[in-house]
């Protein structure tokens, strides 16, 4: 294994373990039975650094370990899928306009990613969880604090972004 590949896989495995810690360390409990975390920053950081498809192993297994290590399990399978599906498009996304602008891939990439994660949590929790769709204990109850979670990760990732670029860390992850 030559050093670019060492210092990609390290790089992933740190960006799991961040993505967990972010997870765990600040939860704020939502109406649904979930909690709202400042892991998504690290998800979108983890598809715009590592790119796609590493990305999407980086992001769904360490937020997967956060549900399983915080009680959440019930969720790990649908979250694994979720942040996973989240790094692809911002990956996707971000290295096909940043040349451009990278702000503005940033952003661009933020909004679809995040609405996964949104939708996917929505179905997730009114189908597989058998929570309903809607109705007193239904899954759009969990709405209002995924997209306070949107948020949150969408500044959160666009200002460490922002940093990693001007310090030109980015550059180092891919060489």
């Known amino acids: 294994m030559n050093d670019r590949k060492i210092k990609k896989l390290v790089t992933a495995a740190m960006l799991a373990a961040l993505v967990c810690v972010a997870t765990i360390v600040i939860q704020i409990p939502s109406p649904n039975q979930g909690y709202v975390n400042l892991g998504d920053c690290f998800v979108l950081l983890s598809g715009w650094l590592l790119g796609p498809w590493l990305g999407a192993a980086s992001a769904g297994i360490g937020s997967m370990l956060a549900d399983i290590i915080t009680g959440y399990s019930i969720y790990a399978p649908g979250t694994l899928v979720i942040k996973a599906c989240m790094a692809i498009v911002a990956g996707l996304i971000y290295r096909a306009m940043r040349e451009k602008s990278a702000f503005a891939a940033m952003i661009v990439s933020e909004i679809p ?58 550059r180092f992850i891919e060489e």
Do not use: D
């Not at 058998?130 to 997209?147: H, Q, R, S």
């Open 113 to 170: 990613a995040q609405c996964i994660m949104v939708v996917g949590y929505f179905f997730y929790a009114g189908l597989i969880l058998g929570k309903g769709l809607f109705g007193e204990a239904g899954a759009v109850l969990g709405i209002p604090g995924n997209i306070v979670q949107s948020l949150v990760g969408i500044v959160a990732a666009t200002a460490l972004m922002l940093i990693i670029r001007k310090t030109g860390l980015e």
